[in-house]
C-alpha cells in the first residue's frame, strides 16, 4: 500500500535515490577544513554498502577539490567494525586519485588494521591504528 502511494508520488529512481542518501548517511559523513576532507564512516563497509557510499564519495570530492591545490582526504574509521574489498577497491582509487601524501586512512581497529597489512595497502598508503586505550578521567 504505502510502496504504491509513494510510486504514484514519485517516480522509482527518486524513490530508489532518497533511500540511498539515507542509507549512505548511516555509513559517513563529512567534515571539512581548509584543505582537508575527512570521511567518517561507521558500522559495516560491505559490499552491500560500498556502491552507494562510492557514488556519494565520487560527487563530494569532485566538489571538495575544485580550485584547491594541495587537498587531502582522510577516511576516518573510528566506528568501522567491518570492511570488504569493496571498500578496499575504494581506498585504492582515491589513494591514486589524490597521491600517497594527500590520502590516509586513520583509526582503523587492529583486526582492520590487519586487513590492510595482509592486502599489502599498509605498503601504498597511509594507514594509522586507533588510540583504543582507555582514558582515566
Not at 524513490?15 to 548517511?25: D, L, T
Not at 577516511?75 to 590516509?104: E, N, P, Q
Request: proline letters at 1%.
Amino acid at each position: 500500500m504505502i510502496g504504491s502511494v509513494l510510486h504514484g508520488l514519485y517516480t522509482s529512481d527518486t524513490i530508489r535515490g532518497v533511500f540511498a542518501w539515507r542509507y549512505v548517511e548511516r555509513f559517513m559523513h563529512f567534515l571539512e577544513t581548509d584543505n582537508t576532507l575527512n570521511c567518517v564512516f561507521s558500522d559495516r563497509l560491505d559490499g552491500y554498502a560500498c556502491p552507494e557510499i562510492e557514488r556519494e564519495l565520487s560527487l563530494r570530492v569532485a566538489n571538495f577539490k575544485k580550485g584547491r591545490q594541495d587537498a587531502q582526504l582522510v577516511f576516518d574509521l573510528t566506528d568501522v567494525i567491518y570492511i570488504s574489498s569493496a571498500f578496499l577497491r575504494i581506498c585504492l582509487i582515491y589513494c591514486k586519485t589524490f597521491g600517497k601524501h594527500h590520502f590516509s586512512v586513520a583509526n582503523v581497529s587492529e583486526d582492520i588494521h590487519k586487513v590492510f597489512h595482509i592486502s599489502g595497502f599498509i605498503e601504498i598508503m597511509h594507514v594509522t591504528r586507533a588510540d583504543r586505550t582507555p582514558k582515566i578521567v
